[in-house]
């Protein structure tokens, strides 16, 4: 497939591109720093409404998995703005420019969030759960919402709701590495809240399950089958690190030290199970949470 990836310098896509890449498929990036001469990259300018339709011809399919990080800095009025319309008015963009033109894609992979849910407790949440009402809900509904009018004009159109992805290079794991390997790691708040996670291997494997598997559409909850407590989280890296685990931080602690962030991201608890990627037949490679963090981190049992 010849493919278009937006996003391509983040977590996600700087190891999509190249795994796509490996799988067979030609890959060109679509970018917002103007390309170099002699490179194949497509330039757009997202937050300005420019993307010129005729260099989005031809493609099999557009993967968009770009927005502004969420945990770059306490959240205000404005950085709210700029998080919600980096995700909506993008998505909106690309949606608007492929069904203008004269071969559209097959389909268009758009990133969303877990966050769509709110905060749930113990809840099991699958695809077809009504949605939550904060602030992440909201923005994760219009999100998914910018993507239809091209599901209007027949493209198959897929949004991952991506929770916690693991990985050592980039993320959560990645700023929760430090702390736990000196000891002084632990859980949040109460620790009840459950994570669910999916290490980035099967990030990749889902997305590529998803490309080529012509059944699924809409929402798809991208979460390995098993969640956790962040408290059993917390137990888990311990043991793979060989590390105690014995300073927690309380929630008003992690509210004095992140403001409304911590409620949204850390506090908040989704159970969410993958039923449409483990109804279309994909196998994850890491459905258990401590083999998952050995084979990341290098930590054999």
């Known amino acids: 497939m010849r493919i278009l990836v937006s996003g391509a310098s983040g977590l996600v896509g700087s190891a999509l591109v190249p795994s796509l890449g490996t799988g067979g498929h030609q890959v060109v990036r679509l970018v917002r720093i103007p390309p170099g001469r ?4 497509i330039h757009w300018e997202p937050s300005r409404g420019q993307l010129d339709p005729a260099s989005l011809e031809g493609f099999d399919a557009l993967i968009h998995l770009g927005g502004e990080g969420l945990v770059q800095g ?11 319309e980096s995700r909506v008015g993008s998505t909106r963009l ?5 069904t203008r033109l004269s071969r559209p894609p097959q389909v268009f992979l758009c990133a969303s969030a877990i ?3 709110g905060d749930r407790k113990d809840e099991v949440l699958r695809e077809d759960s009504p949605p939550g009402h904060d602030y992440l809900a909201e923005v994760c509904r219009a999100w998914e919402t910018a993507a239809d009018t091209a599901a ?3 493209v198959r159109v897929v949004q991952h709701r991506f929770g916690v992805i693991l990985s050592p290079r980039g993320g959560a794991l990645r700023k929760m590495l430090p702390p736990f390997r000196m000891g002084v790691g632990g859980r949040l ?3 009840r809240q459950y994570m669910s996670w999916i290490a980035l291997d099967d990030v990749l494997g889902a997305i590529e399950h998803t490309l080529l598997n012509g059944t699924l559409k809409g929402p798809v909850n991208t979460v390995a089958p098993r969640c956790e407590t962040n408290a059993e989280f917390t137990r888990a ?8 685990t014995l300073f927690p931080m309380p929630a008003f602690a992690a509210r004095l030290a992140f403001g409304e ?3 949204a991201l850390l506090l908040s608890s989704q159970r969410v199970e993958p039923a449409r990627l483990l109804a279309s037949g994909y196998r994850f490679r890491h459905p258990d949470l401590e083999p998952a963090l050995r084979s990341l981190l290098g930590r054999p049992a």
């Open 38 to 41: 002699g490179t194949s990259a």
């Open 74 to 84: 306490r959240w205000n009025a404005a950085r709210k703005a700029a998080i919600r």
């Open 94 to 98: 690309l949606a608007e420019t492929i």
């Open 115 to 117: 966050g769509i849910y």
């Open 152 to 154: 209007r004009q027949g």
């Open 189 to 191: 708040g109460d620790g």
């Open 237 to 244: 890296l311990g043991r793979v690190l060989g590390r105690p």
């Open 261 to 263: 962030v911590a409620d």
